[in-house]
């Protein structure tokens, strides 16, 4: 396998780059091909990537059922599993947000169908929900834990004080939030968290979307999310690109792409124990695994941020 890490207090060893099928979510990236999704997970699993994250959110239960036909043929007790809830979604498309004590037992249910498992590890709550009680949603995840349908339980895009708040509630172990180089606030206050309370942290984004690869010119025209999105337009998006392929030089040294390069010094910080990369095919997640064992020196680290800030 490669590099892998104990996932905070969980009692899971995982990898340190994590598949992130994020991608499988036809209303954000458009229809892409199914199989090549399957192919993708598969050769994680041979590249040495042993963690896959997905959500009941992506496309509506889709995401699920395409991880759990790629990963059914693989050896369970080799591979580590999240999942997410917290949209409750409807055969028309609407959705609400509810992690309600009842939602998430039943919707932990047919997570489980959907992925062909009888177990998930990390179980998140996607994001939070202001209307029902942590108490409420704590003891749900609870009972999931007892009954074996779960290993452990965590957050998705909590904030620190919506993290300290579920936390007097129960053990919310691991954490996901956002993060990547070009942009870094939660290390003002939920990464410092993290690292006093021993919560493993796993954090989505560490390329920014694909900005954080080197493979834009800034010219690029996108019919994603990224269609909308500010830094995928302009001249603040060829000015960005422009300050990542910048990086080459350093990525040289270490006979790293950028890409690679990145994702180590994403790494690099204490709090975080892996990074999740979204994948759309196989030789992505081949290129992302290359970064696994991979030190950035500080000298190196810090001159990365400098380059992306300048």
């Known amino acids: 396998m490669g590099e892998m890490i104990e ?66 043929p693989l050896p369970r007790d080799r591979i580590v599993v999240t999942t997410k809830v ?3 979604f409807y055969p028309d498309g609407h959705r609400h947000p509810d992690l309600s004590g009842a939602y998430i037992e039943r919707e932990c249910e047919a997570s489980l169908r959907r992925l062909r498992m009888d177990y998930i590890d990390v179980y998140l709550c996607h994001a939070f929900d202001p209307m029902t009680h ?5 003891a749900a995840m609870e009972k999931l834990k007892k009954a074996g ?22 053990d919310y172990a691991v954490l996901q939030p956002s993060y990547n180089l070009l942009e870094r606030g939660i290390e003002n206050d939920l990464l410092p968290y993290c690292l006093a309370e021993k919560i493993a ?35 603040e998006f060829k000015k960005t690109c422009e300050k990542v392929r910048g990086l080459k030089p350093i990525a040289d040294r270490y006979g790293l792409t950028i890409t690679q390069l990145v994702l180590a010094a994403t790494l690099t910080h204490p709090a975080v124990h892996c990074v999740i990369v979204g994948v759309k095919k196989a030789a992505q997640i081949e290129e992302a695994a290359g970064a696994m064992g991979k ?9 990365i941020r400098r380059a992306l800030e300048g």
């Open 134 to 138: 942590p108490e409420e949603t704590t």
């Open 7 to 72: 996932f905070g207090r969980t009692g899971l060893t995982v990898s340190r780059i994590c598949y992130g099928s994020w991608q499988t979510s036809h209303r954000f990236w458009g229809h892409l091909p199914r199989e090549d999704f399957v192919a993708a997970m598969r050769r994680a699993f041979e590249a040495g990537v042993n963690f896959f994250d997905t959500a009941d959110a992506y496309g509506d239960g889709l995401g699920e059922e395409i991880m759990g036909e790629a990963l059914a």
């Open 86 to 88: 917290y949209h409750h």
């Open 201 to 235: 942290v796993m954090v989505y984004g560490p390329l920014c979307k694909g900005l954080l690869t080197g493979k834009y010119s800034g010219e690029e025209k996108f019919e994603d999310l990224r269609r909308n999105n500010r830094r995928f337009q302009g001249e």
């Open 149 to 170: 349908k779960i290993r452990s339980y965590g957050a998705s895009n909590y904030t620190v004080e919506q993290l300290r708040m579920a936390r007097r509630f129960g």
């Open 295 to 303: 030190k950035v020196d500080r000298e190196d680290y810090f001159a």
